[in-house]
């Protein structure tokens, strides 16, 4: 019996719910003012500006520091390589086109 009443219940939330949507929906206007003025909460923002202040302050408080090998600055220019090779590489279309038939 309880299963039953929760299940009333949770379907009349459901259509109030719905009938709400609608109701915001029609009027056009209003609908994305509620969402927009609180896209970030404060917890965020506040991180957001502790975040920015870091980046700016901690360069100039830290440092600096000795340039790294020679074999970690040949990664980019070997990740550019290869993105150019695939890139490049003449692909056969026919072939992927009729795998499925």
Do not use: C, W
Request: hydrophobic share 50%; net charge positive; no cysteine.
């Amino acid at each position: 019996m309880d299963h039953m009443r929760a299940r009333k219940l949770m379907s009349s939330s459901f259509v109030e719910k719905r009938a709400e949507y609608h109701q915001n929906f029609s009027q056009g206007s209003n609908v994305g003012k509620k969402s927009r003025s609180s896209y970030f909460g404060l917890e965020s923002l506040l991180l957001l500006v502790l975040l920015a202040a870091s980046l700016l302050i901690l360069p100039l408080v830290l440092p600096p520091l000795p340039p790294p090998p020679f074999m970690f600055l040949l990664i980019p220019i070997g990740i550019l390589v290869l993105l150019m090779v695939i890139a490049f590489m003449p692909s056969n279309v026919k072939d992927g086109a009729y795998t499925y038939v």
